[in-house]
């Protein structure tokens, strides 16, 4: 019990570092030569992490402690949970402010990823995966480019469960702060193209569309320009998701759609302003076309997802933008007269923000509401009275 003490001084700590750690370690290793016992085990891993917290950081560097280090990380894999969470919490916290003690975790994960060779390696494969994801924020570059290398490996081999770990560990990273890069991220994002699942109504579509959503997400804080240039293959891969049968694909399709145009605009667009000074064409004019496509006979039982993010894009995309959707305006308003059209009160919510970005007057220039007979006047577009009245 004396072992679990955290208010050790630092001085102290150091100084008895050699006799402590001996003698914990040698208590350790007895308890991998038979039955281990959760009770002594745990206290000892957790003990351990604090002495390594109070050394100075040149001791990692001898060879050891780089042992023991190594011989403490092989529990973060351990069958019995309460082992394996007190060895990934204790190393977390050591990762966290210790380089060495990062690099020396994440090149342990990274040997074990790439030694997954199937379905007897599962759940090594999982419990590596759920601790990697909690150290990669703390690597540094280098090491956090080849654990997403490894990581992106890991996926194409399609295991569901190992695939949606990795996933879920690469859309956590993105979400939090690290050394990646604009140039990485875009990379990282390119091959999650590539991997993309063979079949959009599996469940694994779900948590592929998220990683993306959150790596984009990225994009807008460390590169926005790329993330606005790269913005057409997100949304050419959701126009295909949009119609899985899975309707919790479909769900996340929506929200990714809604989440890009929420994060992403704002902070791209300021780096197209000549090309939107001079009202021409620039890489968001991709994604608005394929909005466009969305509104085709094709899509119609998802129309309300469809409706749902063009509102956002009307509400998100800024008053100088709004030559850019000019040409989508005629498909939207067509849509209403579709068979068995029964999206009436988004159509009009989405048809009001679409009106307040671009404005009442080019809206019936481009649509016109009423059209002169000779005498006769005819108003085949009163619908869109109410809507304006509002």
């Not at 996926?155 to 990646?180: C, E, M, N, Y």
């Not at 064409?281 to 749902?308: C, H, N, R």
Request: charged letters at 20%; aromatic letters at 8%; one cysteine or more.
């Amino acid at each position: 019990k004396q072992w679990y003490q955290r208010r050790v001084a630092i001085t102290a700590g150091r100084a008895k570092f050699a006799q402590t750690t001996k003698l914990l370690f040698t208590l350790l290793e007895c308890q991998t030569q038979k039955d281990v016992s959760v009770a002594l085990v745990r206290p000892l891993i957790v003990s351990l992490s604090h002495i390594f917290l109070k050394q100075d950081h040149a001791i990692f560097k001898e060879l050891s402690v780089i042992h023991m280090l190594n011989f403490l990380i092989k529990f973060v894999s351990h069958g019995k949970p309460k082992i394996r969470h007190a060895a990934q919490r204790s190393l977390r916290n050591l990762a966290r402010e210790i380089p060495q003690v990062c690099k020396l975790a994440i090149h342990s994960c990274v040997e074990s990823l790439n030694n997954f060779v199937g379905s007897k390696d599962e759940k090594l494969t999982m419990h590596t995966i759920s601790f990697i994801r909690y150290i990669l924020p703390h690597a540094t570059v280098e090491d956090l480019k080849v654990s997403m290398e490894t990581l992106l490996q890991v996926i194409t081999l399609r295991h569901t469960k190992i695939t949606s770990a990795a996933l879920q560990a690469l859309g956590q990273v993105f979400k939090l702060d690290s050394a990646l890069t604009g140039e990485m991220q875009g990379q990282i994002l390119m091959s999650l193209f590539v991997s993309k699942p063979a079949n959009f109504d599996h469940p694994v579509t779900t948590v592929w569309l998220e990683a993306l959503s959150s790596g984009y997400g990225k994009l807008a804080e460390v590169e926005p320009k790329l993330g606005l240039t790269m913005g057409h293959r997100l949304f050419s891969v959701c126009s295909d998701t949009l119609l899985s049968e899975n309707l919790d694909v479909v769900q996340i399709t929506l929200v990714t759609l809604q989440e890009y145009f929420t994060k992403n605009l704002a902070p791209g667009l300021e780096h197209f302003q000549s090309e939107i000074s001079a009202q021409k064409k620039f890489p968001l004019s991709k994604v608005i076309e394929t909005m466009g496509g969305m509104l085709k006979l094709t899509y119609q039982p998802v129309w309300d997802a469809v409706l749902e993010a063009l509102g956002s894009l009307f509400e998100n995309l800024p008053g100088s933008c709004s030559y850019l959707v000019h040409g989508i305006i005629p498909t939207l308003f067509v849509v209403r007269n579709a068979p068995n059209f029964e999206n009436g009160n988004l159509f009009a919510s989405t048809v009001g923000k679409a009106i307040k970005l671009i404005g009442v007057e080019k809206i019936l220039e481009i649509y016109p509401i009423s059209l002169t007979n000779g005498s006769k006047v005819d108003i085949p577009n009163s619908w869109l009275l109410p809507i304006l009245k509002d």
